[in-house]
Protein backbone atom coordinates (compact mmCIF):
# COMPACT_ATOMS: atom_id res chain seq x y z
CA UNK A 1 0.00 0.00 0.00
CA UNK A 2 1.08 3.29 -0.58
CA UNK A 3 2.12 5.89 2.34
CA UNK A 4 3.53 8.93 0.01
CA UNK A 5 4.92 9.46 -3.03
CA UNK A 6 6.56 12.49 -5.03
CA UNK A 7 10.25 12.07 -3.20
CA UNK A 8 13.49 12.55 -5.31
CA UNK A 9 15.28 8.84 -4.32
CA UNK A 10 14.29 8.30 0.18
CA UNK A 11 15.93 6.38 1.92
CA UNK A 12 16.51 6.66 5.64
CA UNK A 13 12.82 7.03 7.65
CA UNK A 14 12.66 7.69 11.10
CA UNK A 15 9.39 7.81 12.69
CA UNK A 16 8.65 10.62 15.21
CA UNK A 17 6.94 10.67 18.40
CA UNK A 18 3.92 12.58 16.92
CA UNK A 19 4.02 9.94 14.07
CA UNK A 20 5.47 12.19 11.41
CA UNK A 21 8.39 10.96 9.63
CA UNK A 22 11.73 12.26 9.16
CA UNK A 23 13.59 10.93 5.75
CA UNK A 24 16.12 11.85 3.11
CA UNK A 25 15.87 12.71 -0.33
CA UNK A 26 18.81 11.79 -1.81
CA UNK A 27 18.43 12.85 -5.33
CA UNK A 28 20.47 15.59 -7.29
CA UNK A 29 17.12 18.22 -7.43
CA UNK A 30 16.75 17.66 -3.65
CA UNK A 31 19.48 16.71 -1.90
CA UNK A 32 17.64 17.19 1.43
CA UNK A 33 16.24 16.20 5.18
CA UNK A 34 11.99 16.22 4.51
CA UNK A 35 9.66 16.04 7.53
CA UNK A 36 6.62 14.33 6.09
CA UNK A 37 2.94 14.69 8.33
CA UNK A 38 1.69 11.51 10.02
CA UNK A 39 -0.96 10.80 6.94
CA UNK A 40 1.75 11.27 4.71
CA UNK A 41 0.19 13.53 2.90
CA UNK A 42 1.94 17.13 3.79
CA UNK A 43 5.84 17.45 3.05
CA UNK A 44 8.22 20.39 4.31
CA UNK A 45 12.21 20.23 3.59
CA UNK A 46 14.08 21.19 6.47
CA UNK A 47 17.16 21.39 5.30
CA UNK A 48 19.70 20.91 2.22
CA UNK A 49 22.90 19.14 3.02
CA UNK A 50 23.53 17.74 0.32
CA UNK A 51 23.25 14.16 -0.68
CA UNK A 52 21.90 12.83 2.70
CA UNK A 53 21.88 9.34 2.92
CA UNK A 54 21.48 7.51 6.74
CA UNK A 55 19.25 9.12 10.04
CA UNK A 56 18.88 8.27 13.48
CA UNK A 57 16.70 11.16 16.38
CA UNK A 58 18.08 11.28 19.88
CA UNK A 59 16.22 11.34 22.76
CA UNK A 60 15.51 15.31 22.55
CA UNK A 61 15.04 15.52 18.89
CA UNK A 62 18.41 16.12 17.71
CA UNK A 63 18.60 14.63 13.99
CA UNK A 64 21.73 13.43 13.13
CA UNK A 65 22.46 12.91 9.62
CA UNK A 66 24.93 10.33 7.98
CA UNK A 67 26.13 12.82 4.53
CA UNK A 68 27.94 11.66 1.60
CA UNK A 69 28.18 14.70 -0.92
CA UNK A 70 30.89 16.02 2.07
CA UNK A 71 31.26 12.87 3.88
CA UNK A 72 30.63 13.93 7.38
CA UNK A 73 28.03 13.40 10.51
CA UNK A 74 25.88 16.28 10.58
CA UNK A 75 23.96 17.87 13.71
CA UNK A 76 20.36 18.73 12.52
CA UNK A 77 17.49 20.10 14.42
CA UNK A 78 13.96 20.55 12.78
CA UNK A 79 14.12 24.31 12.86
CA UNK A 80 16.84 23.39 9.91
CA UNK A 81 20.25 24.55 11.84
CA UNK A 82 22.64 22.17 11.16
CA UNK A 83 26.39 21.94 11.36
CA UNK A 84 29.21 19.09 11.16
CA UNK A 85 29.64 17.28 13.76
CA UNK A 86 32.31 14.85 13.02
CA UNK A 87 34.23 14.09 9.34
CA UNK A 88 37.21 11.99 9.88
CA UNK A 89 38.39 9.22 12.20
CA UNK A 90 42.30 9.87 13.98
CA UNK A 91 42.93 12.13 10.66
CA UNK A 92 41.61 9.14 8.74
CA UNK A 93 38.64 10.98 6.19
CA UNK A 94 35.09 9.68 6.36
CA UNK A 95 34.83 8.30 2.23
CA UNK A 96 30.89 7.44 2.09
CA UNK A 97 28.66 8.09 5.39
CA UNK A 98 25.90 5.65 4.64
CA UNK A 99 23.41 4.52 7.84
CA UNK A 100 23.20 5.29 11.46
CA UNK A 101 21.80 3.78 14.95
CA UNK A 102 21.92 4.45 18.52
CA UNK A 103 23.39 1.63 21.19
CA UNK A 104 22.03 0.88 24.32
CA UNK A 105 24.25 3.08 25.72
CA UNK A 106 23.96 5.88 23.83
CA UNK A 107 26.62 5.64 21.98
CA UNK A 108 25.94 5.99 17.98
CA UNK A 109 27.55 3.79 15.20
CA UNK A 110 27.96 4.74 11.76
CA UNK A 111 28.70 2.51 8.56
CA UNK A 112 30.71 4.23 5.76
CA UNK A 113 30.49 2.11 2.49
CA UNK A 114 34.70 2.31 1.67
CA UNK A 115 34.39 4.77 -1.55
CA UNK A 116 33.50 7.74 -2.31
CA UNK A 117 30.20 9.00 -4.05
CA UNK A 118 31.59 10.10 -7.05
CA UNK A 119 34.01 7.38 -7.63
CA UNK A 120 31.63 4.58 -7.80
CA UNK A 121 29.18 6.67 -9.34
CA UNK A 122 30.69 9.23 -11.64
CA UNK A 123 27.82 11.46 -12.57
CA UNK A 124 25.72 10.25 -11.19
CA UNK A 125 25.90 7.25 -12.95
CA UNK A 126 27.32 3.57 -11.79
CA UNK A 127 30.76 2.63 -13.27
CA UNK A 128 30.07 -0.91 -15.55
CA UNK A 129 33.37 -2.06 -13.31
CA UNK A 130 31.82 -1.18 -9.66
CA UNK A 131 32.48 -4.93 -8.44
CA UNK A 132 36.41 -4.59 -9.10
CA UNK A 133 36.95 -1.81 -7.13
CA UNK A 134 38.68 -1.20 -4.28
CA UNK A 135 36.64 -0.85 -1.50
CA UNK A 136 37.48 -0.72 2.51
CA UNK A 137 34.53 -0.37 3.97
CA UNK A 138 33.71 1.01 7.60
CA UNK A 139 32.31 0.73 10.88
CA UNK A 140 32.50 3.41 13.55
CA UNK A 141 31.58 3.79 17.33
CA UNK A 142 31.22 7.61 18.27
CA UNK A 143 30.75 8.88 22.23
CA UNK A 144 28.74 12.15 21.04
CA UNK A 145 29.65 12.95 24.85
CA UNK A 146 32.79 13.33 24.50
CA UNK A 147 33.19 13.56 20.22
CA UNK A 148 35.40 11.04 20.72
CA UNK A 149 35.19 7.86 17.34
CA UNK A 150 36.61 4.58 17.04
CA UNK A 151 36.83 2.65 14.27
CA UNK A 152 35.75 -1.12 14.94
CA UNK A 153 35.88 -2.96 11.53
CA UNK A 154 36.97 -2.04 8.20
CA UNK A 155 37.91 -4.03 4.71
CA UNK A 156 34.03 -4.26 4.02
CA UNK A 157 32.80 -4.22 0.65
CA UNK A 158 30.31 -1.49 0.53
CA UNK A 159 29.18 -1.39 4.15
CA UNK A 160 25.25 -0.46 4.27
CA UNK A 161 22.62 -1.06 6.58
CA UNK A 162 23.53 -1.14 10.88
CA UNK A 163 20.82 -2.15 13.22
CA UNK A 164 21.12 -3.53 16.65
CA UNK A 165 19.25 -6.65 17.88
CA UNK A 166 17.12 -7.84 20.85
CA UNK A 167 20.31 -9.86 21.89
CA UNK A 168 22.06 -6.63 21.96
CA UNK A 169 24.31 -7.60 19.06
CA UNK A 170 25.17 -4.82 16.78
CA UNK A 171 24.66 -6.30 13.06
CA UNK A 172 25.58 -4.67 9.96
CA UNK A 173 25.60 -5.65 6.22
CA UNK A 174 27.59 -5.94 3.04
CA UNK A 175 26.02 -4.87 -0.18
CA UNK A 176 27.99 -6.20 -2.81
CA UNK A 177 27.96 -10.00 -1.14
CA UNK A 178 24.43 -9.96 0.34
CA UNK A 179 26.08 -10.96 3.74
CA UNK A 180 24.64 -9.54 6.87
CA UNK A 181 27.21 -9.53 9.62
CA UNK A 182 27.56 -9.51 13.54
CA UNK A 183 29.46 -8.55 16.46
CA UNK A 184 28.99 -8.91 20.31
CA UNK A 185 28.31 -6.18 22.33
CA UNK A 186 28.97 -5.70 25.65
CA UNK A 187 28.64 -3.16 28.42
CA UNK A 188 29.21 -0.14 25.53
CA UNK A 189 32.14 -1.70 23.51
CA UNK A 190 32.08 -4.38 20.78
CA UNK A 191 34.14 -7.30 22.38
CA UNK A 192 34.29 -9.59 19.39
CA UNK A 193 35.20 -10.14 15.56
CA UNK A 194 32.73 -10.08 12.80
CA UNK A 195 30.67 -13.14 12.71
CA UNK A 196 28.58 -14.39 9.45
CA UNK A 197 24.71 -14.54 9.74
CA UNK A 198 22.71 -14.78 6.81
CA UNK A 199 22.04 -13.38 3.10
CA UNK A 200 19.82 -12.51 1.59
CA UNK A 201 20.26 -12.97 -1.73
CA UNK A 202 17.45 -14.77 -3.92
CA UNK A 203 19.80 -16.28 -6.26
CA UNK A 204 23.59 -15.90 -7.62
CA UNK A 205 22.37 -14.62 -11.11
CA UNK A 206 21.44 -10.73 -11.19
CA UNK A 207 22.22 -7.57 -13.49
CA UNK A 208 23.11 -4.42 -12.05
CA UNK A 209 23.89 -3.28 -8.44
CA UNK A 210 22.08 -5.60 -5.84
CA UNK A 211 22.75 -6.03 -2.22
CA UNK A 212 21.36 -5.21 1.12
CA UNK A 213 20.28 -1.83 2.71
CA UNK A 214 18.35 -0.38 5.72
CA UNK A 215 17.27 -3.45 7.92
CA UNK A 216 15.13 -3.27 11.21
CA UNK A 217 14.50 -6.00 13.82
CA UNK A 218 10.68 -6.66 14.73
CA UNK A 219 9.39 -7.26 18.01
CA UNK A 220 9.21 -11.12 16.67
CA UNK A 221 12.38 -11.22 16.28
CA UNK A 222 13.07 -11.43 12.58
CA UNK A 223 15.45 -9.31 10.35
CA UNK A 224 13.39 -7.26 7.72
CA UNK A 225 16.31 -6.29 5.05
CA UNK A 226 15.65 -4.00 2.31
CA UNK A 227 17.54 -5.42 -0.74
CA UNK A 228 18.06 -2.92 -3.10
CA UNK A 229 18.33 -4.44 -6.78
CA UNK A 230 15.97 -6.87 -5.47
CA UNK A 231 12.93 -5.18 -4.86
CA UNK A 232 12.19 -6.85 -1.39
CA UNK A 233 12.06 -6.90 1.95
CA UNK A 234 13.86 -10.03 2.67
CA UNK A 235 12.83 -11.17 5.92
CA UNK A 236 16.11 -13.34 7.89
CA UNK A 237 14.63 -15.38 11.66
CA UNK A 238 17.15 -15.74 14.47
CA UNK A 239 19.07 -18.41 12.85
CA UNK A 240 19.92 -16.25 9.74
CA UNK A 241 17.60 -18.49 7.38
CA UNK A 242 15.25 -16.67 5.13
CA UNK A 243 11.61 -16.77 6.27
CA UNK A 244 9.97 -14.81 3.80
CA UNK A 245 10.27 -12.12 1.43
CA UNK A 246 7.83 -9.16 0.88
CA UNK A 247 8.05 -7.87 -2.96
CA UNK A 248 7.89 -3.71 -3.10
CA UNK A 249 6.47 -2.22 -5.61
CA UNK A 250 10.15 -0.55 -7.48
CA UNK A 251 12.71 -2.88 -7.53
CA UNK A 252 15.04 -0.50 -5.51
CA UNK A 253 14.25 -0.09 -2.16
CA UNK A 254 16.45 1.91 0.38
CA UNK A 255 15.55 0.96 3.84
CA UNK A 256 12.78 0.71 6.27
CA UNK A 257 11.39 1.37 9.58
CA UNK A 258 8.42 0.28 11.22
CA UNK A 259 4.96 2.40 12.27
CA UNK A 260 3.70 3.21 15.36
CA UNK A 261 2.95 0.96 18.03
CA UNK A 262 0.00 -1.57 17.46
CA UNK A 263 -0.22 -1.03 13.96
CA UNK A 264 2.17 -4.25 12.79
CA UNK A 265 3.51 -1.93 9.95
CA UNK A 266 6.39 -1.71 8.02
CA UNK A 267 7.41 1.63 5.64
CA UNK A 268 9.63 0.73 2.79
CA UNK A 269 11.68 4.04 0.93
CA UNK A 270 11.88 3.10 -2.41
CA UNK A 271 14.24 5.07 -5.02
CA UNK A 272 12.83 3.58 -8.52
CA UNK A 273 9.32 5.30 -7.99
CA UNK A 274 9.96 7.81 -5.43
CA UNK A 275 7.67 6.40 -2.66
CA UNK A 276 6.94 4.98 1.09
CA UNK A 277 5.48 2.00 0.91
CA UNK A 278 3.26 0.18 3.66
CA UNK A 279 2.60 -3.47 4.61
CA UNK A 280 1.58 -5.00 7.06
CA UNK A 281 4.06 -7.57 8.48
CA UNK A 282 2.14 -8.85 11.53
CA UNK A 283 4.47 -7.65 14.16
CA UNK A 284 5.49 -4.01 15.60
CA UNK A 285 9.18 -3.03 15.84
CA UNK A 286 12.04 -3.86 18.44
CA UNK A 287 12.64 -0.26 20.02
CA UNK A 288 15.06 1.60 18.78
CA UNK A 289 17.75 3.08 21.39
CA UNK A 290 17.34 7.01 21.20
CA UNK A 291 20.55 8.07 22.63
CA UNK A 292 20.01 8.79 25.89
CA UNK A 293 23.17 10.71 26.93
CA UNK A 294 24.51 12.61 29.76
CA UNK A 295 25.96 16.49 29.59
CA UNK A 296 22.94 17.53 27.86
Not at 46 to 54: D, E, F, L, M, Q
Not at 80 to 87: D, I, P, R, S, T
Not at 270 to 285: A, I, N, W, Y
Amino acid sequence: MLFTKGLSMPEGPVLLADKSWVVVEMGPDRGCVTHISADGKTKAVIAVTGRPNGLAVDDVGVIWVAETNTPSLLRLIMDGQKEVYLNACDGEEFLFPNDLVFGPHGELYMTDSGIRFKDIFPGGKLRPDYMDLRLDGRVYRIDLDMKEIEKIDAGLRFTNGIVFGPDDYLYVNETFTGMVYRYRWENGRITGGREEFGNVFESQVFEGLRGPDGMKFGADGNLYVTVYGQGDVTVLGKDGEVVRRIKTEGRKPTNCAFGPAGSNKLYVTEVELGTMEMFDVGTDGFPLYTGLRRGR
